[in-house]
T-cell receptor, first 111, second 115 residues
Framework: GEDVEQSLFLSVREGDSSVINCTYT??????LYWYKQEPGAGLQLLTY?????DMKQDQRLTVLLNKKDKHLSLRIADTQTGDSAIYFC???????????FGQGTTLQVKP | GAGVSQSPSNKVTEKGKDVELRCDPI?????LYWYRQSLGQGLEFLIY????????KSGLPSDRFSAERTGGSVSTLTIQRTQQEDSAVYLC?????????????FGPGTRLTVL
C-alpha cells in the first residue's frame, strides 16, 4: 500500500540551511506536498510539486523531487527561529483526492 | 475569515459513548476530507467526499466510524461506542478540486479524549 516516511527530528542553528527528507512508495503519485504545523496551529500548505517536475523554488524554499528513487526533499535557506515547527510530507495518487502523510519531521532551530 | 471551522474544539467522553464531530468547509469547496492525528500513527486519512459521488471510505478504521455530508456542505463524523484508542485530533479539510494540486485547507481540529 501507500507509505510515506520521514525522519522524526532535525536540529539546526539559525542562519543555516535545513534539509528535510521524505520517501514514498506510490509510483502513481501525481502531486507531492509539504505542510507546516506550528504548536497550537492548524496545518498550513508550504508548497507542492507536480510529479513531472524535478525542482521548485519559492523564496527560501526549494523542493527537489527524484521520481526514480521516490525521494522528496525540502530545503529551507537561512533558517529562522520562526521556522521551528513540524513539517509533513504528503503525496496524492492519481484518481483520488486523499493525501497520504508522513509522520512529520520536527525542526528545531537554535539561536 | 471564511476558513474551515470545526466543532467542538475539545471533546472528552467516556469509553462506550457515541460522539459527533462537525466540520464546516469553505463555502464553494466541493471536496471535504477527514483525517486524524494521533501519537504513534501520525496523520491518517479517514474519508473524503467529492460532490455527489460516493465517498471514499477506505481510511475508516472500523465500522464504528461513519460520516455524512449534508447538502454538499457541512459534514459530521460519528464515532460509536468510543474506545480509548480513538483519542486523537480529528482534522477536517476542504478543497475546490481534488483532481489537481489544489490546496486542501485544514480546520483547527477537534481534540477527542476517551477516558
Amino acid at each position: 500500500g501507500e507509505d510515506v516516511e520521514q525522519s522524526l527530528f532535525l536540529s539546526v542553528r539559525e542562519g543555516d540551511s535545513s534539509v528535510i527528507n521524505c520517501t514514498y512508495t506510490d509510483s502513481s503519485s501525481t502531486y507531492l506536498y509539504w505542510y507546516k504545523q506550528e504548536p497550537g496551529a492548524g496545518l498550513q500548505l508550504l508548497t507542492y510539486i507536480f510529479s513531472n517536475m524535478d525542482m521548485k523554488q519559492d523564496q527560501r524554499l526549494t523542493v527537489l523531487l527524484n521520481k526514480k528513487d521516490k525521494h522528496l526533499s525540502l530545503r529551507i535557506a537561512d533558517t529562522q527561529t520562526g521556522d521551528s515547527a513540524i513539517y509533513f510530507c504528503a503525496e496524492k495518487g492519481s484518481n483520488t483526492g486523499k493525501l497520504i502523510f508522513g509522520q512529520g519531521t520536527t525542526l528545531q532551530v537554535k539561536p | 475569515g471564511a476558513g474551515v471551522s470545526q466543532s467542538p474544539s475539545n471533546k472528552v467522553t467516556e469509553k462506550g459513548k457515541d460522539v459527533e464531530l462537525r466540520c464546516d468547509p469553505i463555502s464553494g469547496h466541493t471536496a471535504l476530507y477527514w483525517y486524524r492525528q494521533s501519537l504513534g500513527q501520525g496523520l491518517e486519512f479517514l474519508i473524503y467526499f467529492q460532490g455527489n459521488s460516493a465517498p471514499d471510505k477506505s481510511g475508516l478504521p472500523s465500522d464504528r466510524f461513519s460520516a455524512e455530508r449534508t447538502g454538499g456542505s457541512v459534514s459530521t463524523l460519528t464515532i460509536q461506542r468510543t474506545q480509548q484508542e480513538d483519542s486523537a485530533v480529528y482534522l477536517c479539510a476542504s478543497s475546490s478540486s481534488p483532481g489537481t494540486g489544489f490546496e486542501q485547507f485544514f480546520g483547527p481540529g477537534t481534540r477527542l479524549t476517551v477516558l
